[in-house]
């Protein structure tokens, strides 16, 4: 009976969450990195562990199949040639090589988690996922979407908020501190 209401309670909170982000995000879509790395890791691992713990799931098995992670940002992203699509996991994030604009656009998710933490799973990275897959079936059945990938408000603030971020690394703002490196950006 608990348990219960506690997965009640977390619905309810994440369908606030989600129409307040939704309205937020209509005003300004960007969410922004913190200043220092290390805060952006301990709100990783504290608040957002859960899209973490999955992400470490995912990239062990992709360790495990030959697959070398190569740092993007303050992620760590796996090029997997022969896809054209990406995923966030926590620290982590599924690419296929070369290709700026998903990379950005899958950090921008990463800096979701750290905002909304145990509710991004539901808020976000659900929804993500359908409406990909979702507007994916619907083009191979030769049915055109209406809208634009950003259209809504969770990937266009996971865009505005990737380029916001990749952006300061490039000017060497918010990098992370006096003589932090910005080699590993894109």
């Not at 990749?166 to 080699?183: A, V, Y």
């Amino acid at each position: 009976m608990e348990l219960l209401w506690f997965i009640a309670g977390y619905l309810f909170v994440s369908l606030i969450l989600y129409v307040a982000l939704r309205a937020r995000c209509r005003k300004n879509p960007v969410f922004r990195m913190p200043r220092r790395k290390w805060v952006f890791y301990l709100l990783s691992f504290t608040w957002g562990l859960p899209m973490v713990l999955f992400g470490a799931l995912v990239a062990l098995f992709l360790l495990l199949f030959g697959h070398r992670p190569v740092k993007c940002g303050w992620e760590w992203c796996f090029e997997i040639p022969k896809i054209d699509w990406g995923t966030e996991l926590g620290l982590f994030f599924i690419a296929p090589p070369g290709h700026e604009r998903i990379r950005m656009h899958e950090h921008g998710h990463g800096i979701q988690n750290i905002y909304l933490g145990i509710f991004a799973p539901l808020v976000v990275s659900v929804p993500s996922f359908v409406r990909f897959w979702f507007r994916r079936l619907r083009e191979r059945r030769g049915k055109p979407c209406r809208t634009g990938y950003d259209s809504v408000w969770f990937e266009q603030s996971a865009s505005e908020s990737g380029k916001a971020f990749f952006e300061q690394l490039k000017t060497g703002k918010d990098s992370g501190g006096p003589g932090q490196s910005n080699e590993s950006v894109l």
